[in-house]
């Protein structure tokens, strides 16, 4: 037996061949991937490009105030929808009158303290219009639970169809600021 | 004389007692019948569909179209169908449906919506038109419109109610108590994931925890203050009836719920027509193909065997004429097109900002709303233009 077949004799042990045949099954793999990287055309996503207007880079101090007023939005948003829900489900008897009650007394607390937060805010001039119009929002808000309180005095639910178109308006108002503020607020669906 | 009477105090004690237990015996019957988890009102056996069937053949038909509110624009696919994504992107109809009766009045299965700014300037959507305008330009009075079925309360199903001030709303209670119990649903082990409003990140758009208080694709999100309002005002002006599960509106249009098939009170509406029973079933009934398939679609907030038992509602219902192709969906892609053969005899609507209709079917001597010449310019080459806004509900 010559050097070298003897050679050759120690490698070719099973050993040595199953870890070749799985290296070349890896490098089969690596090769094809590669390949595959190197031809396949880009997704159709740039071929059927969004047709959503990029949004207009915000300034430094319109983001600080969009974000400061960001959780007093959601307080506010969260108190119009107890007390639109509240009035519903009262009228469908499925709330008492003194729960109501507490639910519309809890959302004038808010609306007053969001007023205050609010008036603290100091918007850039780009946002003084969308300022005022949200504070004229939770002034409505004010304006409608206080009509919708007199209930509780004398029992007439008249007040809750006054109070209502106060309400709506103020609906429309926020969801106008937060439409413009915060555009992935409400998803399709 | 007493033993006697001890006799007959036995003999009616016994009575009493196998009475109770045969009661208790039909009343777990009852019980297991019903899926587990399944509210008593939400659950229709099939028989009692099939009595419903009965009941709508010997009631007056209705005609049927279907208008598209506005339309979603490259939505991804698999965003939308799980399980289907060729091609990857695909536009998404808003579809209303509209019946009208013997006695000419007129009945709509959601209203769509009109959150003009979200539409054009912030979603990618197009083709918006007023429902109003979309009815008169079809040849209906929207002064008719005297009743409208939600299928949910979600703001692009449930909007322009203000726009018929005279009409009942139906909607299910159940849709309404679940917005309100997650409204102050704790976040503690949630990360704000589950909650009404407000959920996202209020600049970059992702879905974040709390002091975040993100509203992306949690179960209940999809109701802004606005819409809500609309239904308080349908509410205290004596104009919506609050069911709970299963209500005739009238002789031959039939709300059966299908509660979780998309929102917690979701729910079809059977209408009697020439063709059988349609079934609208707005996003319980997501995609057309998806019940034609048995396909899962728009699944964000839905549980998805009370989908597939939503489907087979609609199976039951249509099972004596047409089968699944009398089922309405509310953003089956193909709609408008003879690949959902229900909606291929549709154009589109003159004035309307390339918003299509489709005529389903006609009854009473209706003569048909199709134009006699009518534009069936394909979506692509259609131009859409972006009226002047401001948001409104």
């Known amino acids: ?189 | 004389m007493n033993r006697r009477w001890l006799h007959v105090w036995m003999m009616l004690g016994l009575l009493a007692v196998i009475g109770g237990l045969a009661r208790a015996d039909v009343l777990q019957a009852a019980q297991n019948k019903r899926p587990p988890q399944v509210l008593p009102s939400g659950f229709e056996s099939t028989d009692s569909l099939l009595r419903d069937v009965e009941r709508a053949e010997r009631s007056p038909r209705y005609s049927a179209w279907i208008v598209e509110s506005s339309r979603f624009m490259n939505v991804p696919h698999r965003a939308f169908q799980p399980d289907v994504g060729d091609p990857p992107f695909v536009d998404l109809p808003v579809n209303v449906g509209i019946l009208k009766g013997p006695d000419g009045n007129l009945t709509l299965y959601d209203t769509g919506w009109k959150q003009l700014a979200y539409i054009f300037d912030w979603n990618t959507s197009c083709c918006w038109k007023g429902i109003r305008d979309q009815l008169h330009a079809i040849g209906l009075d929207p002064d008719k419109v005297t009743q409208i079925v939600l299928g949910h309360g979600h703001w692009d199903h449930a909007g322009q109610l203000s726009e018929f001030p005279e009409a009942i709303v139906y909607i299910q209670k159940e849709e309404l108590k679940q917005i309100d119990f997650f409204l102050n649903y704790p976040v503690d082990f949630n990360s704000g994931h589950i909650r009404a409003v407000n959920t996202v990140d209020p600049l970059t758009g992702a879905q974040v925890g709390p002091p975040q208080q993100a509203c992306a694709r949690t179960p209940v999100c999809g109701y802004p203050p606005q819409t809500v309002q609309e239904i308080l005002g349908k509410v205290l002006h004596g104009k919506a009836i609050i069911i709970d599960g299963r209500h005739e509106v009238a002789p031959g249009l039939v709300i059966h719920p299908a509660f979780r098939g998309h929102t917690y009170g979701s729910q079809l509406l059977q209408v009697n027509t020439p063709r059988g029973q349609l079934v609208f079933g707005s996003d319980t009934y997501s995609s057309w193909t998806g019940i034609r398939d048995w396909l899962v679609a728009n699944i964000q907030q839905t549980d998805t065997i009370q989908q597939f038992l939503a489907y087979e509602k609609c199976y039951v219902l249509a099972s004596r004429l047409n089968s699944f192709n009398n089922c309405v969906s509310a953003h089956e892609p193909t709609s408008y097109t003879a690949a959902y053969p229900l909606t291929s005899n549709w154009w589109n609507i003159p004035g309307g900002n390339c918003s299509r209709a489709a005529e389903l079917i006609l009854a009473n001597g209706e003569p048909t709303h199709v134009p006699g010449n009518p534009d069936r310019t394909a979506p692509e080459a259609c131009v859409s233009t972006v009226p002047p806004h401001s948001i409104s509900p």
């Open chain 1, 1 to 189: 037996m010559s050097e070298a077949r003897a050679r050759l004799h120690i490698w070719m042990t099973p050993k040595t061949l199953i870890l070749g045949i799985i290296g070349l099954g890896l490098l089969g793999i690596l090769t094809f991937a590669v390949g595959r990287e190197a031809t396949t055309r880009p997704m159709p996503a740039s071929a059927r490009p969004s047709a959503r207007p990029p949004r207009p880079p915000l300034s430094p101090a319109e983001e600080a105030y969009m974000r400061e007023l960001w959780p007093i939005h959601g307080d506010v948003e969260r108190s119009v929808m107890r007390m639109t829900l509240g009035q519903i489900l009262y009228k469908t008897q499925d709330l008492s009158r003194a729960e109501l009650q507490t639910r519309i007394e809890q959302a004038q607390i808010t609306y007053r303290g969001a007023e205050t937060r609010i008036r603290a805010l100091e918007p850039p001039a780009s946002l003084r219009r969308d300022h005022e119009q949200y504070l004229a929002a939770v002034r409505l808000f004010q304006e409608s639970a206080s009509e919708a309180i007199k209930l509780f005095k004398d029992g007439r639910d008249e007040h809750l169809l006054a109070a209502y178109p106060k309400s709506q308006e103020g609906s429309d108002k926020i969801r106008e600021v937060g439409g413009k503020f915060w555009p992935n607020e409400f998803p399709p669906n």
